[in-house]
């Protein structure tokens, strides 16, 4: 069974940096693309950016850009959303996903199979 545990959220200053992490269980991370997401409140989850079986990043949200990156440790089964540039407009729930496919899809969608619980960020000085 897949299971996500994201970890890593806190409260930050503006201009700051955060490395969050999504450890994988019941499965090979690198078997599958995973994307992460954020949830603001009272907003709709909106899909950040993936990265597919062949480590190719996908970016769906033009404010990341330039800030976000995603990578994954093959090792420890884990995939990691570095960001740095941290502004108030981060604040929000992060959440990772994965689903059985390879490649990323082409366009900002939430239908994924598998969640993570959620790691709250918080942009504030």
């Known amino acids: 069974q897949v299971h996500l545990v994201e970890s890593g959220g806190g409260l930050v200053q503006p201009g700051g940096s955060l490395r969050l992490s999504c450890a994988a269980s019941g499965f090979t991370a690198t078997y599958f693309a995973t994307g992460w997401f954020r949830q603001a409140p009272g ?3 909106e ?3 993936c990265l597919s079986t062949s480590d190719l990043t996908t970016y769906y949200t033009d ?3 330039g800030r976000f990156t995603i990578s994954r440790d093959v090792a420890a089964n884990t995939v990691y959303l570095q960001m740095n540039s ?3 407009e981060d604040t929000a729930v992060y959440f990772c996903a994965t689903d059985h496919r390879y490649d990323c899809p082409g366009g900002p969608t939430t239908d994924f199979g598998s969640w993570g619980q959620g790691t709250q960020v918080t942009v504030s000085s």
């Open 43 to 45: 907003k709709e989850r």
């Open 47 to 49: 899909a950040l950016l």
């Open 63 to 65: 404010s990341v850009k």
């Open 86 to 88: 941290l502004k108030p």
